[in-house]
């Protein structure tokens, strides 16, 4: 049953980790809204010459954004590594701009689901202010813990603490520095968004306003269809994407855990033969008094089918346990629920069954050779 009970808790700890992880994305974009649509820059393909250079999100294309029919908001978001200093320690770590516009930066608070757990917000004219996720708080990412009205030193310039986001979960979210777009631009020679985020007004078909939107960046940058430098996500399609990633994850290991299955499953045809020559006797007694040939072997499909199941229930048991130890690790070193197990009925009652057909399939040839024994040859032994 080893090999069964190994294979089944791979089975369940994966897929309700998986089945919990794709819960808690669903749940963190349907609290976003799937009005959003997201451009990113991306790597070209090989495009005709006098093709635009790759991967650059400027102001203009933001105009182009929010001129585009069925855009309600649109706002651009600079994002670059910086060294941060404080109490005479440097880190390297992420920087994001918040954008000028009060609309534009309302739009990305939603979109980016962030949220103050102490201080206040960036506001417009917040000149040397910054706002630091949860980490610098309350990990000591630094030897001192940056609290509010501490001062830290962003690329040579100083800043003063006014906010600390409330804890996400996200490394990336955790540990970052927001400053006024005007202070990024100073303190960076980058000028060009790493992402620009748009609202599509209410009762506009997303998928036609991403591709008009499409259309126009396509005619600004002067490229062609399928040789873009940048990508238009839906939030539906970027939902559709991370599902599919975590599927496919998902498919592969338990393909990997199937093997374990299998090996379980000829451990059990080994023990179900060994089983046969030990009570060779028994079963020319039960077939001299009258049980007929599906009867031994009914017997013994079922013996070996429980076979399986008991090493399904253990593995069950160990793959439950398993997830929630990872689910109360996750909780406790990263503080969140985008890790977490959920265990629908149909994964306990599926793992029972299977390891139950696992176990009788194993045990056909078994019992078909405890069922054609005639009994005068099974009482001699």
Known sequence: MLGIFIGVSLVVALVSLGQGMQNAINTQFASVGVDKIIIQPTSPGF????????????????????QTPGIKAAAGRILLSAKIEFNKEIKVNFVASMPKEQAARA???????????KGRMLKQGDSG????????????????NIQLGSKITVEGKQFEVIGILKKDGNPMRDELVMLNEEDVNEISSKEDYSAIFAQVQEGS???????????????RKGQK????????????????SFNNILSIIQIFVIGIAAISIIVGGIGIMNTMYTSVLERTKEIG?????GARNRDIMGLFLIESGMLGVTGGLIGLAIGIGFSLIVEFGAKAALGTNLISAQFP??????TLIFSFIIGAISGVLPAMQASRMKPVDALRK
């Open 225 to 240: 269809e399928g040789f873009e430098d940048f990508e238009v996500q839906t939030s539906q399609e970027m939902i559709e």
């Open 345 to 350: 009925l149909y994964l306990i009652i599926g």
């Open 285 to 289: 007694v039960m077939k001299a008094i």
């Open 129 to 144: 202010k910054a706002v630091i996720g949860d980490n610098y708080a309350t990990k000591k990412i630094f030897d001192k």
């Open 47 to 66: 495009g005709p010459p006098g093709q635009d250079a790759a991967g650059n999100l400027t102001e203009k294309d933001l105009k182009i954004v929010e």
């Open 205 to 219: 078909d997303i998928n036609l306003v991403a591709e008009k939107l499409t259309r126009s960046l396509r005619r």
């Open 107 to 117: 739009l990305l608070e939603e979109s980016q689901n962030m949220k103050i757990q």
